[in-house]
């Protein structure tokens, strides 16, 4: 069996105006498929600090792809922009 993170992030897909769900599915490490397989009182700090590893890795990437959506939306509204003013100089 395989063990999976999963981590569902809010996305908006603009060229097709679509707002939703980003679900990411991440494999488990098999030194953190140990340790999450270990007795509650087994794991320790080291399951802890695993488990905070993983979560700050995943808020990172999410903070990662944040900015790059911005620029991307910002790109598509300056390209809409310069459309409207071209139609509007034809006029």
């Known amino acids: ?12 897909f603009a060229q097709a105006g679509v707002l939703g769900d980003l679900v990411a599915f991440e494999k488990v490490p098999e030194r953190e498929r140990r340790s999450a397989d270990a007795p ?3 794991k320790g700090d080291g399951g802890r ?5 993983l979560e700050l ?3 990172d990437e ?11 939306t910002n790109e598509e509204l300056k390209s809409t922009n310069e459309e409207m ?4 100089n034809c006029n």
């Open 1 to 12: 069996m395989r063990q999976v993170t999963e981590q569902a992030l809010p996305a908006h």
């Open 57 to 59: 890795r995943s808020k």
């Open 40 to 42: 509650a009182g087994a």
């Open 49 to 53: 600090i695993a488990e905070l590893e």
């Open 62 to 72: 999410y903070l990662q792809t944040t900015p790059e959506e911005m620029e991307t």
């Open 85 to 88: 003013q071209s139609m509007k």
